[in-house]
Structures are given as C-alpha cells and as structure tokens.
C-alpha cells in the first residue's frame, strides 16, 4: 500500500502534464495558422469576402464538431477521444496550406476547425477528471499552456514565414506538434471503469436536457463576446476613435491577451483558496471596470491600460464554466461541456461579426459599456458555478 499511493500520484501528476502538453500543443497549431490567413487571399486569388466565409466555414465546423464530441465522449470516455483527435490535429494544417484550389481549401479549413474543436471538448472533459484526481483546481492553468501555445505558435510561425515559406511552416508546425503529442498520449488517463454509466451511454443524447447546463453555456457566451470584441475590434476602435498609430493600435489585443495569459497560470491557486463563485464574481467586476474604462477613456494609453486590466479578469471565467459543467450533477463531462463549449465559442466565431455591425452604427464606446453589462449578468449569477469546486476523489486512474 506504501507503494501504491506515490505510484497513484505520480501517475496522476504525468496525467496532468500530459494534459497541459495538450492544451498547449492545439494553442501552437492554433497560433501557427494565424499567420497563415492572410497569404491564402494571393495564393488562391480570392477577395476578403471570400475569405470571410471561408473563415465562417472553419468557426462551424468547429462549432459543429463540438456539438457532437460530447456523445463520443460519453460513449467511449475522453481518453480515447482525445488521443485520436490530439492525432488529427498534426496533419490539419499542412492540408490547409497545400489545398491547391478555393474548392479543396473550403473542407480543408472545415476540417481544421472540426478537429481543433472536438480536441478541445475532450481536453477540457479530460482537465476535469485530472481536477478530480487531484482534488484541486487545474483548469485554469491547462487554459493558460492553450494561450502560452498560442502565442509560441503566432511567433515562431511568422518568423518561419518570414525567412522561409509557408509550407515549410506548415511542415514544421505539424512536426513539432506530433512530437509533443505522441510523448503525452501514453500518460493521459481517464474515466475509471463504472460499467452502469457505460449502460445509460449506448445511445447518449445529443444535447444535455439539463437547464442550469445552458445556462452555464450563456454565461460563458457572456464572457466570450467580450473577448471576441476585443480581439477583433480593439485596434480599430483605438486608430478610428482614439487615433492611435498602427503599433499602439496592436497593443489594445496584446495587453489584453499577455495580461490574461499570466492570470491564468495564477486562476488555479486562487480558486483553489477563495473558491470558484468568489474568483469568478471579482473576476467579472474586474473585467466589467476594464472595458468601463477603455470605452470611456480619452487617450489610448489609458484605453489599452482598460483592455489589460480586462483581460485580467476574463481570464478566469471560462475555465470556471468549464470546471461546473464537467462537475454537473446527472450528466456525463463529455455532453455537458460540449454544450458550454459550443455555446461559449460562439461568442468569438460568430458574435465579432454583429458587434462589427452594431460598432458601425452606435460607435465603439456604448458597445463596449454593453459588453460591460454582459459581466455583470455573470457576476450577478456567480452561485451558478459552485459545481466547479466539487471534485469527488476519483477510482483509481485507468488508461
């Protein structure tokens, strides 16, 4: 027995690193395609609108893939399920790159999308069952490894493009990829053996029937509309309102998205000590007082001071809804975390879209005061992610 228990959680310590290396390694092909959208208008001689929907066929094929990881999940555990789509990821990208035609490049890029998505259900539903291993907060932390990806993969993918081409990016990207992800797949570890859960899994619905799971969905979207409108709008609305140069323009995502990624290697702890409906309450305040002062602010050195301290607070909200779903009550972690997921990465694929329309016509400053509103519905409905903290010690890991 002396034996076993180091051995247990050592075993599960590796799971956990396994699982980061995940997360990190669909950042990276996530960040290494960033720079490759942009050359796809001259290689396949295609306009901006054309890329527009080529762009919106990726975000539902992500969507969509989402929508169904949940039922494989629940039939086949995350484990599973997650080394086959961790596979799929490493040849996406070069299949992207080297479509020689608009009409090749359509699936392709769904297909991208499709595989990112799914990944990233069963990563997640995998980061709960590590969290119940444990007994503490990881989500946060695993979100955190996603964006240190994601910008490792933005970086390196442009200076490769810069001094090379794109299809040695695309080569490159894919072998590194695989790397990482043939070394964590032997250390991940999943549900354990509960053959009455198997029995009510042969044919688990599509969505989750549970109220309070859409409900968690809403509050994510809540909080990734405000992200996405960062993301996507703030250098705009910083050169057209604020007139900022083309480099301090930048700099409204790159504060919000440096500061959140820093918050979310020190969410854990935090959650951990005060409890998830506390974090994600001052979390919402916090970021609803950044986005009050961006959209209010006079000068754009105190606009992008607003972003950061933003991003400060958006960070940890998403991998608290994510941490309740997968603890729901009745529900396996696959289906209920594949409707928050769905619903809440609507906020950044769809949602940019109609704020970009409604910032045309009102202006970006009463839309981000809006978007302040939205943070505090979520700061208001906080109780709502108590689940996140329960995390019921786990059987012993199986494969």
Do not use: K
Not at 62 to 72: D, E, T
Not at 290 to 314: E, H, K, W
Not at 361 to 380: I, K, N
């Amino acid at each position: 027995m002396s034996l076993s228990l180091p051995s247990r959680q050592t075993e599960t310590l590796r799971a956990r690193y396994a699982t980061a290396a995940l997360f990190c390694a669909n950042g990276f092909t996530t960040g290494a395609w960033a720079p490759q959208i942009p050359l796809l208008l001259p290689r396949h001689g295609i306009t901006e609108f054309a890329l527009g929907l080529l762009i919106l066929g990726l975000g539902l094929g992500a969507v969509g893939a989402m929508l169904f990881s949940g039922r494989l999940i629940a039939r086949h555990g995350s484990v599973r399920i997650l080394r086959l789509f961790a596979l799929t990821i490493v040849p996406v990208l070069p299949l992207v790159v080297f479509a020689p035609s608009p009409w090749l490049l359509a699936p392709a890029m769904a297909l991208l999308g499709g595989c990112l998505g799914s990944m990233d259900v069963a990563m997640n539903a995998n980061a709960v069952e590590v969290e119940r291993r444990l007994g503490r907060a990881i989500m946060s932390s695993s979100h955190g490894f996603w964006s240190l990806g994601a910008f490792l993969g933005g970086t390196a993918g442009s200076f490769v493009i810069a001094h090379g081409t794109a299809h040695v990016q695309a080569l490159a990207t894919a072998a590194l990829v695989a790397c990482v992800v043939l070394l964590a797949l032997p250390h991940l570890r999943g549900e354990p053996p509960q053959p009455q859960l198997r029995e009510t899994a042969e044919r688990p619905p599509l969505l989750p029937r549970a109220a309070g799971i859409w409900v968690l969905g809403l509050l994510a979207l809540f909080c990734m509309v405000p992200e996405g409108a960062v993301l996507d709008w703030a250098a705009l609305y910083l050169r057209r309102e604020l007139e900022a140069g083309p480099f301090t323009a930048g700099l409204g995502f790159a504060c919000f998205a440096g500061a959140m990624a820093v918050m979310r290697f020190l969410g854990d702890g935090l959650r951990n000590r005060h409890g998830a409906v506390t974090v994600l309450r001052v979390s919402a305040v916090i970021s609803m007082t950044g986005l009050v002062i961006a959209a209010l602010s006079p000068a754009a050195p105190l606009a992008i001071a607003g972003f950061a301290l933003a991003g400060l607070g958006i960070a940890n909200t998403v991998p608290i809804f994510f941490s309740a779903a997968g603890n729901y009550p009745g529900q396996a972690p696959g289906a209920a975390l594949s409707a928050v997921t769905m619903l809440g990465y609507t906020g950044i694929l769809v949602a940019p879209a109609s704020i970009g329309f409604v910032a045309g016509h009102l202006g970006y400053r009463p839309t981000y005061l809006a978007l302040a509103g939205l943070l505090l519905v979520v700061a208001l409905l906080a109780e709502r992610t108590a689940l996140a903290d329960h995390r019921p010690q786990a059987a012993p890991a199986t494969g």
